[in-house]
């Protein structure tokens, strides 16, 4: 039965475009070996940098937020990584975990609900395989190029990754 590409074998796949061996688990991170370890890290940075761009798995259109506490501010969730406001009359942004109104410079809000877009950044197992696949064969191209830079491997790479 075909299954979703696992953490371990997007790692994996990092290691082999550099010739190294493949690993058995990275459930403990004080146990892997550098370059795993690298790679790993590799793989949650570009996975960060990849959602950031907003996709159809990880954006909500027209989510409702309630006010949180104190009363009047708005708060996102912990793995939200863009938010922006339906209703153009408000210009927020997001500085932490709270709503920011830039045009009256101020966190407090008179409304009791905010609708917004939200950008969230997914856990690997949340991730559709395509993204899973594009994750990994980017990942492993910047990988390859802190670790070895070789031009002749990342062309080879890039060429997958198109």
Aim: zero cysteines; a negative charge.
């Amino acid at each position: 039965m075909a299954t979703l590409t696992s953490k371990l074998e997007a790692v994996n796949t990092m290691l082999g475009y550099i010739g190294e061996a493949p690993i058995n688990s990275i459930a403990t991170a004080t146990a892997l070996p550098l370059s795993a370890a690298l790679a790993k890290n590799i793989l949650d940075e570009v996975s960060r940098e990849i959602q950031s761009d907003g996709w159809q798995f990880n954006t909500i259109e027209n989510f409702k937020l309630a006010q949180g506490t104190p009363a009047g501010t708005f708060q996102v969730p912990a793995n939200t990584l863009q938010v922006d406001a339906v209703d153009r009359s408000y210009d927020i942004v997001q500085r932490g975990l709270n709503i920011w109104d830039r045009t009256k410079n101020t966190a407090t809000f008179t409304v009791d609900t905010l609708t917004v877009n939200m950008t969230f950044l997914l856990d690997w197992e949340d991730l559709p395989e395509q993204a899973r696949r594009y994750i990994t064969i980017k990942a492993g191209r910047v990988f390859q190029g802190r670790l070895v830079g070789s031009r002749e491997l990342e062309s080879l790479i890039m060429r997958d990754e198109m």
